[in-house]
């Protein structure tokens, strides 16, 4: 896994930007998608139709400035395959530092879109045993000031929230040690009662993917870690098995928790996973991936409320198969997947 955020901008400007990114949408004509504003056209970034797809477009993320550049540069064809990206909502991953001004942020511009924010929480303690985005909370009473400010942020806006990816799925892998298990289903089960206390959010608890093993090995630790307070559970966050196989995952694993629903990361599983190389790396910046079916509701099975693009696609994975830092827009990458997904 990954930490999409903090690796976007120097921790000391995150709170400066989220604080003023209404402002700043706005000064960029795109805050509803149909601003003029002095921007070029061609670089314009819009909203999709909310009927099929209810959630927010950023207009001003890593894939929109990718666009913009080009557009400057005079590379329409690069610019049009980048808007593949820059035109979809992308989860947004809360940083460490700022939750409740960077909550606001983004529920605040999302609302004045009429659309829904698309959260990602990623901070629990012990995160991803030391692999490549390490770190999360120093603490248990860390983490719950940090959900507090979360859940500060967004109010009484629209939001959907993916809780902890990886959390649940790594105290059944034997990643994190025993220790500390007890701690993270408490603050996980803290984490979704608090989130579920507020007027307008649902709330998704990580559940793992297709390829890493069975759902009855997970399914009682999601109950003990809240999934039943829960509006249900994700699969296959920022990895790449197929729609039909992660549907398939998600409905054993639904069976066993009470008939949940669930959500499904569909940004890079165009081409499915990745089959070759060292099988502990095939999620890392895996060659040859396609952007999946774009973000909507209107999906393929009842029990699935939707098609996400939680990973945002084009950013790195980690320092692997040539990549920079987790979480940072790498260009060529972007591109990649954008044209693979036109075979």
């Not at 983490?143 to 059944?172: C, F, K, M, N, Q």
Request: glycine share 10%.
């Amino acid at each position: 896994m990954y930490d999409s955020s903090s690796a976007r901008t120097p921790a000391r400007a995150r709170a400066a930007t989220a604080v003023l990114l209404g402002a700043a949408l706005l000064a960029a004509g795109c805050s509803s998608g149909d601003g003029d504003g002095d921007q070029d056209p061609a670089a314009r970034i819009t909203q999709q139709p909310k009927s099929a797809d209810p959630f927010w477009v950023n207009p001003d993320g890593s894939a929109a400035r990718q666009v913009a550049a080009y557009v400057k540069d005079g590379r329409k064809n690069e610019a049009e395959q980048i808007r593949k990206i820059a035109e979809q909502p992308t989860g947004e991953w809360i940083g460490p530092e700022n939750p409740e001004q960077e909550a606001r942020g983004f529920t605040e511009a999302a609302e004045k879109s009429d659309r829904t924010a698309l959260l990602v929480l990623y901070n629990i303690p012990h995160r991803d045993c030391g692999q490549y985005s390490q770190g999360g909370a120093a603490d248990g009473n860390a983490y719950r000031s940090w959900i507090d400010g979360v859940a500060r942020g967004i109010g009484d806006r629209p939001a959907t929230v993916v809780l902890e990816p990886d959390a649940v799925l790594h105290l059944v892998d034997g990643c994190t040690p025993d220790e500390f298990h007890e701690e993270r289903y408490d603050l996980l089960k803290n984490a979704i009662a608090k989130l579920k206390s507020l007027k307008n959010t649902k709330v998704y608890l990580d559940a793992g993917n297709a390829g890493w093993g069975h759902p009855d090995q997970i399914f009682e630790p999601l109950k003990w870690a809240g999934v039943a307070q829960a509006d249900g559970f994700s699969v296959n966050v920022s990895n790449f098995y197929s729609t039909k196989d992660s549907i398939a995952y998600g409905r054993r694993l639904s069976a066993k928790v009470g008939g949940k629903h669930f959500v499904l990361d569909t940004s890079r599983n165009g081409n499915g996973p990745y089959a070759q190389g060292d099988p502990a790396e095939r999620w890392c910046n895996p060659p040859s991936r396609a952007l999946g079916e774009t973000p909507t509701t209107k999906t393929a099975d009842p029990l699935v409320d939707a098609y996400l693009w939680v990973k945002r696609p084009g950013e790195s994975d980690g320092t692997c198969k040539g990549g920079p830092k987790a979480g940072q827009w790498w260009p060529a990458y972007a591109l990649k997947l954008a044209k693979a997904s036109d075979s």
